[in-house]
């Protein structure tokens, strides 16, 4: 066998083992990729159950602070002013109704039911619920 067979018959035994085991690496990363979105779409699945969980929760809190809010609304005799009112001015001009203080303004978080001073909120962070607050005033 001459010297430049040899050679072409080495180069051949090279570029084909490097090419089997090129492949094999392939797949096994590729395996690996597939497995670890497997396992990212299961987390997500986990994230979406808690999320739907604590909005059946935050919609409980929600219907029991509205049910709270009629009771007491039912229970209270109204408000009647001993005061009389001034008779409306007879301005030509319209004034713009008053605004709300700063004490009655809900903080700026996301909101999901209000009524009388109280209301429901939800702290949020990323795609999950953190913090569930239900506050009640009076």
Do not use: F
């Not at 209301?119 to 619920?129: A, E, L, P």
């Amino acid at each position: 066998m001459s010297a430049t067979s040899k050679v072409v018959l080495g180069v051949s035994v090279v570029l084909t083992l490097s090419t089997v085991t090129g492949v094999h690496l392939k797949q096994t990363w590729d395996r690996q990729r597939l497995h670890e979105g497997v396992v990212r779409d299961l987390e997500r699945l986990e994230r979406k159950k808690e999320n739907l969980r604590l909005l059946e929760e935050q919609q409980s809190l929600t219907r029991q602070l509205e049910e709270e809010r009629l009771r007491r609304a039912t229970q209270r005799p109204p408000r009647r002013s001993t005061e009389t009112q001034p008779p409306p001015s007879r301005s030509t001009e319209t004034q713009p109704p008053p605004r709300r203080s700063t004490e009655t303004q809900r903080p700026p978080q996301e909101h999901c039911g209000i009524a009388d001073g109280a209301y429901v909120s939800v702290h949020r962070s990323d795609s999950t619920v953190s913090q569930l607050t239900l506050r009640c005033s009076g």
